[in-house]
């Protein structure tokens, strides 16, 4: 284990990255040709606005079923940086052999939608990947292709509980091939500070990043607000089956197959932060999804710290052959 240094400037460097969001699309035959739409289409693309990236944690037992929300009830149902209540869809591609796309979406506790596309190939083995979408009929957003892409779109300024939220979001795999998806939303209130929720400013320095090293390596740093005592600190591994890491970890592999492994740790953390390095080894007999889940979700002491930073989206290993 190694104690943090110079945390600041490594978490200013995430930052950083983090708002290079979006490469450019070549496939003229998806862009729209009517100069009105690309000026539109300039505008929507606002860094603070949308983000394509990993963003959910499937395997988050703080996660709720929309239907169980009630919007009037703020003191039992509300959204906090720590769980949240959310709505699905899954749609297969008008081709056979092609898959489809799963819709995970949900309010967060920064005043905003996201709204989450996983593509995924059948058997036949063809590219999942995605191109672009656009928004209630909207000019094509192209993004870097990726079998996943996350919408992030800011609720209006006056927003309040119980209000409902409807968009049409379409999500293109090429020229010839698109999914609309049709979305109804109602917002929950954001849950007090005192009951764990919307952040505050009790704790301005708390902190968890994940830097890439090589491979499937990866060093985990996490600052508290103050040193900790006898803390247990966890790591979510749905889909690997072996791992090795510079601290001594204890293994909880689940009760049965396909249910995700947890990297335990207990022990003193300083208040200066520290990173513990963990190489994985992907699992890819789990899922026909062509990728495996490395990392979902941290927590100390059964709290989630996985949205801390913006950028801690899930870790996969691609190109996976599928189940055997």
Known sequence: MKILNNFWLRGI????????????????SLLDPNQAAQEDAAIMMDPSTFRSGYGLDPNSNARMAYGSADCTDEETYCVSSSNYYYKTDDK???????????????????????????????????????????????????????????????????WAPCDEVNRSITVYRNSQHSLTFTTSYILLAVCDDDDGGGGGDDCEVEEFFYDHVGGYTYDFTYIPCEALTGATLKWTSPHIKAWSADATLTTNPGKKRGTPTVLSWTGDVPAEGITVQITFDPDCTQTNAGFALLWTDFKVNEVSKKYLHSDNINILATNCPGKK
Do not use: H, R
């Not at 460097?13 to 003229?28: D, H, K, N, V, Y």
């Not at 898959?99 to 989450?116: A, F, H, T």
């Open 92 to 158: 297969s591609w008008n081709a056979p052999g092609l898959g489809g796309v799963y819709l995970e979406y949900y309010q967060n506790v920064d005043g905003e939608m996201v709204y989450s596309f996983d593509s995924y190939k059948n058997n036949n083995g063809k590219d999942p990947n995605l191109v672009g979408y656009s928004i209630d009929g909207g000019p094509l957003v192209p993004v870097s292709k990726s079998s996943t892409i996350t919408v992030t779109i800011p609720l209006e300024e006056e």
């Open 13 to 28: 460097g995430m930052m950083l990255l983090g708002g290079i969001l979006f490469s450019a699309c070549t496939e003229e």
